[in-house]
């Protein structure tokens, strides 16, 4: 009787399981989460703070602001290098 009764609770709880970790693989990958986090950092969200969710908190603000037109200008120098080099090769 002991034997049946362990079988079905076996049976029950890897049922539980199966069930549970199907869910859970459903969600994001770890690349999705860490894309996720480098754009919520290159967006100024790592100044967001306790006291002044879910703005920027103000004494950050002209940091983030820096960091925002550095990105642009890092982005804007790696179009022109791009363009630059579409150009080399084309002249070729």
Do not use: C, W
């Not at 860490?34 to 004494?59: C, H, K, M, R």
């Amino acid at each position: 009787m002991k034997k049946i009764t362990f079988a079905a609770l076996s049976a029950v709880a890897f049922v539980a399981f199966a069930a549970s970790s199907s869910a859970f693989a459903e969600g994001k990958t770890r690349a999705q989460v860490y894309q996720e986090l480098i754009e919520a950092q290159q967006n100024g969200l790592d100044y967001v703070t306790d006291a002044s969710y879910p703005d920027v908190n103000p004494v950050f603000a002209r940091q983030v602001e820096q960091h925002k037109e550095a990105l642009a200008a890092q982005a804007a120098a790696a179009s022109h290098v791009a363009s630059g080099s579409a150009s080399a090769g084309d002249v070729n």
